[in-house]
Nanobody
């Protein structure tokens, strides 16, 4: 099992940048695929990005491709999401999630049994 805690959210102007972190506890982090999801006001939770256990496979939602970068440091049990060129439509609560199947194929919320509590990102226009 793994516990996840996100940090790094905040208020930023359009065009700005933020880096989210997700600290994981537990011994299995390095074997899990990790994902970022977000939930905007009045919207369903949606996939943002995923990285496999080793970090050599990454995928992104079309809406963030070229602007966001997912990475992980298995020695530090930490997942990151670098967000550049932020837009007002990126405003959401951002969640990290862990998938024991480390390959990184899951894109739906039900593929991830472990979730953090979320961190708010607000982008002003």
């Amino acid at each position: 099992q793994v516990q996840l805690v996100e940090s790094g959210g905040g208020l930023v102007q359009a065009g700005g940048s933020l880096r989210l972190s997700c600290a994981a506890s537990g011994r299995s982090f390095s074997s899990y695929a990790m994902g970022w999801f977000r939930q905007g006001p009045g919207k369903e939770r949606e996939f943002v990005s995923v990285i496999n256990w080793s970090g050599d496979y990454r995928d992104y939602a079309d809406s963030v491709k070229g602007r966001f970068t997912i990475s992980r440091d298995n020695a530090k049990n930490t997942l990151y999401l670098q967000m550049n060129s932020l837009r007002p439509e990126d405003t959401a609560i951002y969640y990290c999630a862990a998938d024991p199947d480390g390959l990184g194929y899951a894109r739906r919320t039900y593929g991830y049994p472990y979730w953090g509590q979320g961190t708010q990102v607000t982008v002003s226009s």
